[in-house]
């Protein structure tokens, strides 16, 4: 497949079908290209998600403390002067939250591991009972 050179690539074995397409009005020396990818989705069922027993006080105590690290003592971010700043700066934020759910994540695991099957119910049954 020709168009293939056009595909990143780590993308090629996923390249399903390439085409160029004709768009009218369309005038260039470049051509508008359609590629369809196969990106079918794993999915472990038999992990869950755990955000529902996530202890809030300690999540929100290890977010404050990592947005700190990252972002010096100041209660909000200062005036970003463009948007590379702003892009950074979410970056910057992703990667805070991303690794705090992670380490919450971890914690969470390792309690059902502890307690095993009497944390394992659904999460709707545990909220009916608390309600």
């Known amino acids: 497949m020709v168009l293939r050179i056009f595909v ?11 085409e160029v397409l004709e768009v009218p009005g369309f005038e260039s020396d470049h051509r508008v290209l359609s590629h369809s ?6 999915r ?9 027993d996530f202890k809030r006080e300690r999540f929100n105590q290890s977010m404050a403390t990592a947005l700190r690290a990252e972002f010096g003592k100041a209660s909000s971010l200062p005036p970003l002067p463009n948007t590379d700043s702003v892009d950074d700066a979410l970056d910057r934020f992703l990667n805070v939250a991303t690794s705090c ?4 994540t971890r914690l969470v695991q390792k309690q059902r591991n502890r307690l095993g099957d009497r944390i394992k119910r659904p999460v709707q049954q545990r909220y009916d009972e608390e309600v």
């Open 8 to 18: 990143n690539q780590s993308l090629h074995p996923l390249v399903m079908s390439s």
């Open 37 to 42: 990818f196969d990106v079918s989705v794993d």
């Open 44 to 52: 472990q069922i038999s992990a869950r998600n755990c955000f529902a």
């Open 101 to 104: 759910v992670a380490r919450e």
